[in-house]
């Protein structure tokens, strides 16, 4: 069964302070991975994915993440946070094969507050 | 994602009684999924469903819990006789379909309160 693990539970971070979450998944196949992140009272938005060619991926609002096949890992970074990047943020797989049907396995979130 | 709508947004019901939520999919998505959220613990998929048809239930409660996508009209998620426990948001996203790009696209939520 596909898991996905992230390591922090609350992160607080000042702001211009780099930032990396980190986020581990368990599947043995073909896999496609993302960011999403939930602003306070909001729904969840995208922030970046990874399917296949390059492993750094750069999203929106200056966040990149490096998919490490290797280490099963697709870590979050950002280099400066902002005091708006104060939000959840969720990693999830969506595997194929082995009898996946294509819906994705979140992690349990990362809390990330930015003090001004 | 303004283009996935669920509602109503807020549900109050009281134990025992029964929750239907409603999901709109985004134009030209033919696939619905139903996530829940309770408070430190993530999303947790429940359903998967296309028009008509479940595809993964994997992750619903045995009982009082379904869930349908009819052929015409929104996707619905029915809880019969609720309990405290089922107090959480409940997320439904929607994709074009399947093994396309994995990317789901999520409405704002809707957050059940059961007294």
């Known amino acids: 069964a596909q898991s996905v693990s992230q390591h922090n539970h609350h992160v607080i971070l000042s702001e211009a302070a780099s930032l990396e979450l980190g986020c581990n998944y368990s599947y043995g196949g073909t896999v496609n991975l993302f960011w999403y992140v939930q602003y306070p009272g909001q729904h969840l938005q995208l922030l970046l994915k990874?399917?296949?060619?390059?492993?750094l991926v750069k999203g929106i609002k200056g966040f990149e993440a490096e998919f490490i096949k290797s280490k099963f890992s697709f870590n979050l970074r950002k280099p400066s946070v902002q005091w708006s990047d104060t939000a959840e943020y969720f990693c999830?797989?969506?595997?194929?094969?082995?009898?996946?049907?294509?819906?994705?396995?979140f992690g349990k979130g990362t809390k990330l507050s930015v003090k001004p | 994602n303004a283009g996935v709508m669920q509602n109503p947004r807020h549900l109050v019901r009281r134990r025992g009684q029964e929750a239907r939520l409603r999901c709109s999919p985004m134009?030209?998505?033919?696939?619905v999924y139903w996530y829940r959220q309770l408070p430190e613990e993530g999303l947790k998929f429940m359903v998967y469903l296309q028009k008509e048809n479940i595809i993964d239930e994997s992750g619903m409660p045995k009982e009082r819990f379904s869930a349908e996508f009819p052929k015409e009209g929104p996707s619905i998620l029915r809880i019969q006789q609720v309990v405290r426990g089922d107090s959480a948001a409940y997320f439904c996203?929607?994709?074009?379909?399947?093994?396309?790009?994995?990317?789901?696209?999520f409405g704002e939520g809707s957050r059940l309160t059961v007294l």
């Open positions: 134009k030209g998505h033919s696939h």
């Open positions: 996203a929607s994709s074009p379909r399947v093994g396309l790009t994995g990317e789901l696209f």
């Open positions: 990874y399917f296949s060619g390059d492993p």
């Open positions: 999830a797989v969506n595997g194929y094969g082995g009898g996946s049907q294509g819906n994705l396995i």
